[in-house]
């Protein structure tokens, strides 16, 4: 039995305009200017307290926590009006990855485990994943504490696994935790990075990712 696990924003749900507009009102709240979108990307995949410190390393925590807490309402109210979009062609490969009888699928994802539920049910994909590990229960990215814990709910080993993100957090964390690592190109930081970071694979889209699956499972048979 193998084992993909899966990042969430900018690998399967294309969330780059909910995150920056909360980040923005986050900020604002606590009477400040708002970083750059560019910036705001490069921090996707970060558990929330430790994206801000990494954005505005300079405030004191109490402001810290005030951005935090404003970026959670903003996101809250956002995805209640209108859910994220999942990435073309998303939908349709998690569906077909499940239905085999030699794979498993898990979730490892910044996400909270209320935002994550919520996308999942919003998009119908809920059951589909053997083991959802969230920011709620792990340290940041890019530990591997998040892989460690979907590989013994599903009772895989590291070398039946692959991580598949877009950020650099996520190549880094699956080769903390031993696994392989497949990176996307239509995420939210630059593909040179996350060859820069590791990733044993580059793929374009999602039926290059499937392909990108099957080979790596031949390679280790």
Known sequence: MKLAIFDVDGTISDSQTH???AMTLGFEA????APPASSVLQIVGLSLPL???RLAPELDAATQEQIVEGYKQSY????AASPAPLYPGAAELLRKLAAR???LLAVATGKSRRGLRALLTHHGLEGLFISAQTADDHPSKPHPSMIGAALADAGVSAADAVMIGD???DIEMGRSAGVATIGVRWGYHPHAELEAAGAHRMVSDFEALEAALLELWEMSA
């Open 19 to 21: 995150i920056t507009h």
């Open 51 to 53: 994206a801000v410190a």
């Open 101 to 103: 009888d030699d794979m």
């Open 30 to 33: 606590a009477g400040l200017p």
């Open 167 to 169: 950020t650099t957090f």
């Open 76 to 79: 809250f109210t956002q995805r």
